[in-house]
């Protein structure tokens, strides 16, 4: 390491500092009218007003049910309106829940609502007697997408003020503490770190980093193993291809394991989660035009996700064998880069001719899922990455696009990303894009034929053994938002922490 960048370390701390994640609190209450302070009100379809609220509006000269009945306001479901002044609340606001089935998802989507329109600074109680149809945890879905609708990346704001946000409260959602305290409040700091590691500009992160951060973040939790491959286990394992796209750094590359232990039988084959983990991407020596490129500084967000969803499932003690591994590089252009027609040899002995430089992230995602197949003999194969510019267009903000060599599998990651609150959607692996990919001098070329997202997963795909089942997410699309959802605000969005979550869930033993 030279003396022009601050010590790894040093950065890791600053990024897990309070003020860095700082969820807001809850207290989860029985159902009794608060006396002052800002409200929100659940409202059913129709108008109809929980029994705390109607306690609240008949307290204020139904202030309330004659405004929703001015305004037009019908309780559809986010639908929200703003009152001010309402007896002894200065702020009280409705958002309506609709008529139907009040799924977790919806649930933190109303959480997420109520982040977007009320502020907590003064007070705050979310009124949720009327949720009782989605479940006794109701109220922990609803802190959770409250908190993950209230995250914000202030850091670099030198007027930021760090004030401690007053706790939220929870009117009517008493018997979901204990599912919020003990299970979803990890999922929503698996998220933060994830957005975390997402928003932090190249300079701020690279590999060592990453890594030093992941540490700290996991200090202390049971049945979690970290191991760190550096850039010279990397050469000695003979992961040229991870080598080579790190290889023009000043920083070296890594590659990060997180093994959590928590089924019943410790020996059971675990589920290998793999993210890319570009801290940025310039495109190398085939470098990228700079329109646009500054957002190569989350091109980190597959290890990011996998990084927090590891997390929230070893904190909670889901009963399940995963392992994380995240291969970490920084794709520079120097005298020292990899250049477009070098042959590099991957760990599993196959070549791999480089077409483009900035075809990068599968060349690290090769040695990775190789690495993960020889070491750890997974029962699945997740691998989760901003890939390709294609996935991007083709699904938008919308879907992550699942890639699968057996449809039916991407239909349960359907269903999957459906309860998680992050869609996924199928693109085709035809053996063609294989075809396509095979190099006149080497084994395979990284990227040929019609360059896409489906050629991306070939590649990756040639170094996974084809009865395994094998699960390709490209996020290159969902993992930043221009405009904001309820639950996520503009930004990184952690995109692909949610979706494991789930799959690690339904996984479980
Ligand atoms: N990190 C990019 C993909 C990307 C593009 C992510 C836009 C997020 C937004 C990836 O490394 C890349 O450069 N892919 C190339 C591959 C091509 C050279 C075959 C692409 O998609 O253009
Ligand atoms: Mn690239
Ligand atoms: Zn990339």
Same mark, same amino acid.
């Given at each position: 390491?030279?003396?022009?960048?601050?010590?790894?370390?040093?950065?890791?701390?600053?990024?897990?500092?309070?003020? /860095?994640?700082?969820?807001?609190?809850?207290?989860?209450?029985?159902?009794?009218?608060?006396?002052?302070?800002?409200?929100?009100?659940?409202?059913?379809?129709?108008?109809?007003?929980?029994?705390?609220?109607? /306690?609240?509006?008949?307290?204020?000269? %139904?202030?309330?049910?004659?405004?929703?009945?001015?305004?037009?306001?019908?309780?559809?479901?986010?639908?929200?309106?703003?009152?001010?002044?309402?007896?002894?609340?200065?702020?009280?606001?409705?958002?309506?829940?609709?008529?139907?089935?009040?799924?977790?998802?919806?649930?933190?989507?109303?959480?997420?609502?109520?982040?977007?329109?009320?502020?907590?600074?003064?007070?705050?109680?979310?009124?949720?007697?009327?949720?009782?149809?989605?479940?006794?945890?109701?109220?922990?879905?609803?802190?959770?997408?409250?908190?993950?609708?209230?995250?914000?990346?202030?850091?670099?704001?030198?007027?930021?003020?760090?004030?401690?946000?007053?706790?939220?409260?929870?009117?009517?959602?008493?018997?979901?503490?204990?599912?919020?305290?003990?299970?979803?409040?990890?999922?929503?700091?698996?998220?933060?770190?994830?957005? %975390?590691?997402?928003?932090?500009?190249?300079?701020?992160?690279?590999?060592?980093?990453?890594?030093?951060?992941?540490?700290?973040?996991?200090?202390?939790?049971?049945?979690?193993?970290?191991?760190?491959?550096?850039?010279?286990?990397?050469?000695?394992?003979?992961?040229?291809?991870?080598?080579?796209?790190?290889?023009?750094?000043?920083?070296?590359?890594?590659?990060?394991?997180?093994?959590?232990?928590?089924?019943?039988?410790?020996?059971?084959?675990?589920?290998?989660?793999?993210?890319?983990?570009?801290?940025?991407?310039?495109?190398?020596?085939?470098?990228?035009?700079?329109?646009?490129?500054?957002?190569?500084?989350?091109?980190?967000?597959?290890?990011?996700?996998?990084?927090?969803?590891?997390?929230?499932?070893?904190?909670?003690?889901?009963?399940?064998?995963?392992?994380?591994?995240?291969?970490?590089?920084?794709?520079?252009?120097?005298?020292?880069?990899?250049?477009?027609?070098?042959?590099?040899?991957?760990?599993?002995?196959?070549?791999?001719?480089?077409?483009?430089?900035?075809?990068?992230?599968?060349?690290?995602?090769?040695?990775?899922?190789?690495?993960?197949?020889?070491?750890?003999?997974?029962?699945?194969?997740?691998?989760?990455?901003?890939?390709?510019?294609?996935?991007?267009?083709?699904?938008?903000?919308?879907?992550?696009?699942?890639?699968?060599?057996?449809?039916?599998?991407?239909?349960?990651?359907?269903?999957?990303?459906?309860?998680?609150?992050?869609?996924?959607?199928?693109?085709?692996?035809?053996?063609?894009?294989?075809?396509?990919?095979?190099?006149?001098?080497?084994?395979?070329?990284?990227?040929?034929?019609?360059?896409?997202?489906?050629?991306?997963?070939?590649?990756?795909?040639?170094?996974?053994?084809?009865?395994?089942?094998?699960?390709?997410?490209?996020?290159?699309?969902?993992?930043?938002?221009?405009?904001?959802?309820?639950?996520?605000?503009?930004?990184?969005?952690?995109?692909?922490?949610?979706?494991?979550?789930?799959?690690?869930?339904?996984?479980?033993?």
């Amino acid at each position: 390491m030279t003396s022009k960048t601050f010590s790894a370390a040093c950065i890791a701390a600053a990024f897990l500092s309070p003020a /860095a994640l700082a969820a807001p609190q809850f207290s989860f209450d029985a159902a009794q009218a608060p006396q002052s302070g800002d409200l929100v009100l659940y409202v059913g379809a129709d108008g109809t007003l929980s029994p705390t609220a109607s /306690a609240i509006d008949a307290t204020t000269g %139904n202030r309330i049910t004659q405004t929703m009945a001015v305004a037009g306001f019908e309780g559809g479901f986010g639908e929200t309106l703003s009152l001010v002044a309402v007896g002894a609340h200065d702020h009280v606001t409705l958002i309506g829940i609709g008529d139907e089935a009040l799924t977790p998802r919806k649930l933190q989507d109303l959480g997420g609502h109520a982040a977007m329109s009320a502020d907590d600074s003064d007070g705050l109680s979310l009124i949720i007697d009327g949720l009782a149809a989605g479940g006794g945890d109701a109220a922990a879905y609803i802190a959770t997408g409250y908190a993950l609708g209230d995250y914000a990346f202030t850091k670099y704001k030198s007027d930021h003020e760090a004030s401690d946000p007053d706790t939220v409260r929870l009117i009517g959602g008493a018997s979901a503490a204990a599912k919020y305290e003990n299970d979803l409040a990890y999922l929503v700091e698996g998220v933060e770190l994830s957005r %975390n590691f997402g928003s932090e500009p190249g300079n701020a992160l690279w590999p060592e980093v990453f890594v030093d951060t992941v540490r700290e973040a996991f200090r202390g939790v049971p049945n979690v193993r970290i191991s760190v491959l550096d850039a010279r286990d990397i050469r000695r394992e003979g992961m040229g291809a991870l080598m080579g796209v790190g290889q023009g750094s000043i920083h070296d590359p890594r590659l990060l394991v997180v093994r959590y232990t928590g089924a019943a039988d410790s020996d059971a084959a675990p589920i290998a989660l793999v993210g890319k983990g570009v801290t940025f991407d310039t495109g190398g020596i085939s470098i990228k035009p700079n329109n646009g490129m500054w957002l190569m500084k989350s091109d980190l967000s597959g290890a990011a996700a996998v990084a927090g969803a590891v997390l929230a499932a070893a904190k909670r003690g889901e009963d399940v064998n995963v392992v994380g591994l995240m291969p970490l590089a920084e794709n520079m252009p120097s005298q020292d880069a990899i250049r477009p027609g070098d042959v590099l040899t991957s760990m599993s002995g196959k070549t791999v001719e480089i077409m483009s430089t900035d075809a990068e992230g599968r060349l690290m995602l090769l040695d990775a899922v190789h690495y993960a197949q020889e070491k750890f003999d997974p029962r699945m194969i997740l691998n989760i990455a901003t890939l390709t510019g294609s996935a991007a267009r083709a699904m938008g903000d919308d879907y992550g696009a699942v890639i699968t060599r057996d449809i039916s599998l991407s239909l349960e990651m359907m269903e999957v990303g459906k309860a998680a609150g992050e869609d996924v959607w199928p693109l085709p692996l035809h053996p063609s894009h294989f075809e396509q990919i095979k190099s006149d001098i080497a084994d395979i070329k990284n990227t040929g034929g019609s360059p896409g997202a489906s050629i991306g997963a070939a590649v990756v795909g040639t170094f996974i053994a084809e009865d395994l089942p094998w699960v390709h997410l490209d996020i290159a699309g969902v993992d930043w938002l221009d405009s904001r959802t309820p639950t996520t605000p503009k930004g990184h969005a952690g995109w692909g922490v949610r979706f494991m979550d789930e799959l690690l869930r339904r996984e479980s033993e």
